[in-house]
């Protein structure tokens, strides 16, 4: 087996079932557009017309599965199961492939507010769902961050002059208990923990191993869906596909919400927005790495529009178990 397609298999939870049934769309992808898909990544490693032939190939392998068939909502979901093995070892593919959605997309929706978080989080009665929230909220991270943060790795400033606190990123730092490494653009970064989001993490209890949080992404995404529904900031939307529906309130839409902030609050720069989310920036020989200062001047300047007005959960007090006789 190629090793590229060794560690895309390794990159998810060791599940036998499913690794077999990766293993079979890659094959039927190779046989359908008869190139090897490991030739395609190499390609889109070395230039930008390569990452154009794996798109291409991908929109071939859609229309060739509608030809013989399958369902529109069918033949996306394979694409996006051979997709993933691109992405995953570092192609740099456009979002979705190309001519899939052929139903007119409902309007965008309203940015969250301030109010609407700081709601979201008071419904909450526990410190560690407000963490989740206020942290995704304050940091613009994706919840694999979450998922691979340990409390040491922030660094606290002094809180008489300096309330916040500030995570250095390197490329292996983000690994998760499964083993996996979340920072997904294999990039050296910085971000900064907001004013209320360390209020929280000064109060949290450690969990086993070190854990900031200690739960996973699905954990993560239930307890932000449930925050908008208690809220009541939550709507459902259609996606276009067959009996789905979206939620307007998901972790991925609090980082949408920081950027709109970061920029209502006056950070214009999108190397400095691209290098605070993780992202990689543009190769042109212009972008650069922030230092610590640039960072925190630059979250200073748009605090206003990230504060959070809530109060922390009272700690529940564990009742010891009694011994059955």
Not at 17 to 26: F, G
Not at 105 to 110: D, E
Not at 296 to 311: C, G, R, V
């Amino acid at each position: 087996m190629n090793k590229d397609v060794e560690a895309w298999l390794d990159s998810y939870p060791p599940d036998p079932r499913q690794r077999r049934r990766r293993l079979r769309a890659l094959e039927r992808f190779e046989k359908s557009v008869q190139e090897d898909a490991a030739i395609l990544l190499e390609k889109a490693h070395r230039t930008t017309y390569g990452c154009q032939e794996v798109e291409d190939k991908l929109e071939e392998y859609r229309r060739k599965l509608v030809t013989k068939g399958r369902s529109e909502a069918s033949a996306i979901q394979l694409c996006r199961e051979v997709r993933t093995f691109f992405t995953r070892r570092g192609a740099r593919l456009a979002r979705f492939p190309r001519d899939t959605i052929r139903q007119p997309q409902p309007p965008p929706t309203t940015p969250l507010s301030q109010d609407d978080i700081s709601k979201m989080i008071q419904t909450r009665d526990n410190v560690r769902d407000q963490l989740v929230i206020a942290f995704l909220a304050q940091t613009g991270q994706r919840i694999g961050v979450l998922t691979a943060m340990k409390k040491r790795m922030i660094k606290e400033r002094e809180s008489k002059t300096f309330p916040y606190g500030l995570v250095d990123v390197n490329i292996g730092d983000l690994i998760d208990p499964d083993g996996r490494n979340v920072n997904r653009s294999r990039v050296h970064y910085r971000f900064v923990v907001g004013r209320e989001a360390m209020q929280l993490v000064r109060i949290i209890r450690d969990y086993k191993g070190g854990w900031l949080f200690g739960i996973g992404e699905r954990q993560i995404e239930r307890i932000v869906n449930k925050a908008g529904d208690d809220a009541d900031v939550q709507k459902r939307r259609r996606t276009g596909l067959p009996k789905r529906r979206m939620h307007t309130v998901h972790p991925n839409e609090l980082r949408r919400y920081w950027k709109h902030q970061m920029r209502e609050g006056g950070v214009k720069d999108s190397d400095m927005l691209n290098f605070l989310m993780g992202n990689k920036l543009a190769d042109d020989g212009t972008s650069r790495a922030f230092s610590e200062e640039e960072v925190l001047n630059a979250y200073k300047t748009a605090e206003k529009k990230l504060k959070l007005d809530f109060q922390p959960a009272p700690k529940k007090r564990r009742t010891p178990r009694r011994r059955q006789l």
